[in-house]
């Protein structure tokens, strides 16, 4: 027969042609074929438990084909809240129920959401930077201003240049719009104290007239208001016609619609017109647009008014910077966008849509609706949508901060990895950085978890703003930290092999990334949400998997698959396997203990009696410690030394025999008591008390 040592060793070294066998072996085939064509129906939890092929393949994937029966329990699993430490799923000691429930998002699949939470804290951000700019640039175009008026020699060179014609402007309510540069050439070289100066003759003679109209206009709104009044108090009365009142009150109110659009339209041309007789008065060209010899375009006093006039009609903008309206516009946003159901919704509620477009730059009055609920129904990924065509980054910005489909439905964030997704990442990279820090003082341990931590926190935040492969791979530190999560080292991963891994299409069972030795590479590159050209997508859910959770339940089955086949000849072939799957994932002695099967393989490598498992925990615990460092169990090369010892001990104890039909060491993995001795309740009972603190 076969020695333990040589079948492990044989299928360390050609594990990837082992498991490549294994999936190729018309059982497992079959059953993988079956999952990955039918997991993408199941909705609900009892969808996936009513298909016994689905279920039984998943259970089987992660380990726990024997639990297949406790149908109630497994649901149990699949609810809980892996972000809850006391849901059910957390208090259960085996790290098997969590990591089924881990490939699974019955809980935590990404719902459809107008904004997620880090949208919104991002918009804020946005709202907050755009409103500081807005009047930053203001006083940079005041400072601008006073640089450059003195140098001015004619009103063509005011009107020439764009800054200062805009300021101007501004100042003065003059709408380009609606008025020729040849008119206003002519204002500025107005005298206003000439009765025959062009901007008297033009624009000033008629004010005597428009105030006129406009009194008449005021007076005309107050009549009707007082019919209508009037017809409204009549019809309350004994005998009313009230018929004809309610026609009268109709007739009255249109009669106000007119007069008051008059009364608006009267005002803005008296300010127009105020406004010219005041830019004449503000500056001091001659009739020709020249100034005098030694005559600066304006006088000092002149200068600074023209500048309050500026700042005065720049007053919505500097309203809105104050911290006051600030947080107030920043507390109806974040009310209001939980109501937003709809593009519809979105467009309808001003508290939302103004706060929106303000926060990149757009100005609500001066954008059609039509032209948003285009940019937000566009497709970001495809460059002939019609957000691309405007060629205006703000709507780019806007579309990205709002998840809509084609249809104005809300769908789901785009994001380079699901929230699931990224906090895993943030875990794992703390667990790797605390077990390298395994042999350090409590104080040093503290220190790396803390340091650990916030580098995981740095990550979450980071990872919002990553749009493409190129970002990513931009952001060394980002992926490095990644690479560790993963338990890789980052200095023996360069950037052009990351670049091909990235490349990589993962259909392909012979593209450079699943052509690699170690899966974990493949794993990394299905985390992510890019699309075949490098840009983020929403990649389509299978059901309650996503690509990820779906790629490593078929892995795992696959591995499953060659444990117990290679189990049925040699248990500790088996045992070995199972070690070096788990290896990585351990963190503390208490991860050893917890589980029957690793705890065999280390008391078997050390020569330690079985009877050491009927000691208290704390006591296994120190053993565990004194005989191997859990940091190397992050390396692979010290992984493999251990069990090439573990595999040699396996043999002298088992006298070589390892032709059994049936060896009591297969019920490590079938939740059996029988057999070898195992851990006693209340070493599992100990050890659940060590969990919950």
Not at 42 to 55: A, H, P, Q, S
């Amino acid at each position: 027969m076969v020695s333990t040592y040589f079948g492990y060793s044989y299928i360390t070294r050609n594990l990837k042609q082992s498991l490549t066998r294994v999936e190729q072996q018309p059982g497992v085939a079959q059953e993988a074929a079956y999952y990955k064509a039918n997991i993408g129906k199941v909705k609900t939890v009892d969808d996936f438990m009513k298909d016994y092929r689905l279920f039984h393949y998943a259970m089987k994937a992660y380990g726990l084909e024997d639990m297949a029966y406790a149908k109630a329990f497994m649901k149990k699993v699949l609810e809980s809240d892996l972000n809850d430490s006391k849901s059910f799923v957390n208090k259960l000691v085996d790290k098997r129920y969590q990591e089924f429930a881990a490939a699974f998002s019955f809980t935590g699949t990404a719902k459809p959401i107008a904004q997620s939470d880090n949208q919104t804290d991002e918009m804020i951000g946005l709202y907050t930077a755009t409103k500081k700019s807005q009047v930053d640039a203001l006083a940079g175009e005041t400072n601008y201003y006073s640089a450059q008026i003195g140098k001015i020699g004619s009103a063509d060179d005011l009107l020439n240049n764009d800054r200062l014609r805009n300021y101007v402007y501004s100042a003065y309510g003059i709408d380009q719009s609606k008025w020729p540069r040849d008119t206003i050439s002519q204002v500025l070289r107005s005298d206003p104290s000439d009765p025959s100066s062009y901007v008297n003759t033009t624009f000033a003679s008629q004010l005597t007239g428009l105030k006129a109209q406009l009194a008449q206009a005021q007076s005309d709104v107050g009549a009707t208001n007082a019919k209508i009044a009037d017809y409204t108090a009549q019809m309350s009365q004994p005998g009313a016609d009230v018929t004809q009142l309610k026609i009268q009150i109709l007739v009255e109110k249109h009669h106000l619609e007119s007069f008051a659009a008059s009364v608006s339209s009267l005002g803005g041309e008296i300010a127009t017109i105020n406004g010219f007789v005041d830019l004449a008065g503000a500056f001091e060209f001659s009739p020709d647009g020249s100034l005098p010899p030694g005559v600066s375009a304006q006088t000092a006093a002149n200068v600074t008014l023209t500048k309050q006039r500026f700042d005065a009609s720049k007053a919505a903008v500097y309203s809105a910077a104050t911290p006051l309206n600030e947080a107030f516009a920043i507390r109806q946003f974040r009310t209001a966008i939980l109501t937003v159901n709809s593009l519809d919704k979105f467009l309808s509620t001003a508290s939302v849509y103004d706060f929106a477009l303000g926060a990149v730059g757009l100005d609500p009055k001066k954008v059609s609706l039509a032209t948003i609920k285009a940019v937000l129904e566009s497709d970001l990924g495809d460059p002939k949508s019609y957000v691309h065509t405007l060629k205006d980054s703000r709507y780019v910005q806007l579309a990205h901060a709002f998840n809509f489909d084609a249809k104005g439905n809300m769908t789901t964030p785009l994001v380079a990895q699901d929230s699931a997704e990224i906090l895993q990442i943030a875990r794992d990279y703390v667990i790797q950085a605390v077990k390298s820090a395994s042999t350090l003082t409590t104080k040093q341990q503290a220190a790396v978890r803390a340091q650990a931590a916030k580098d995981a926190t740095a990550y979450q935040e980071a990872i919002a703003g990553i749009d493409s492969v190129s970002d990513l791979l931009a952001n060394r530190p980002m992926v490095d930290l990644v690479l560790l999560a993963k338990g890789l080292n980052p200095s023996k991963v360069s950037d052009d092999f990351l670049k091909k891994i990235f490349a990589s299409d993962l259909n392909n069972p012979k593209s450079f990334a699943n052509t690699q030795s170690d899966s974990r590479f493949a794993d990394i590159v299905a985390s992510f949400n890019f699309d075949s050209k490098g840009n983020v997508a929403r990649l389509p859910m299978m059901g309650p998997q996503r690509r990820d959770q779906l790629r490593d339940t078929q892995a795992n089955y696959v591995q499953q698959s060659l444990e117990q086949q290679q189990g049925e000849t040699n248990p500790g072939v088996r045992l070995a396997l199972y070690f070096q799957r788990k290896a990585g994932d351990i963190t503390s002695a208490y991860d050893i203990l917890a589980d029957k099967a690793l705890s065999e393989v280390f008391r078997t490598t050390f020569n330690l009696p079985d009877q050491m498992a009927a000691m208290p925990i704390d006591q296994q615990a120190k053993y565990v410690d004194r005989f191997m460092k859990i940091k190397d169990l992050s390396d692979p090369a010290k992984v493999a030394k251990l069990l090439n010892r573990f595999s040699a001990m396996y043999d002298v104890k088992n006298n070589g025999s390892t032709g059994q039909a049936q060896s009591p060491l297969l019920n490590l993995f079938q939740g059996s008591s029988s057999g070898l001795p195992s851990m006693s309740e209340s070493t599992y009972m100990a050890i659940a008390k060590l969990r919950a603190h």
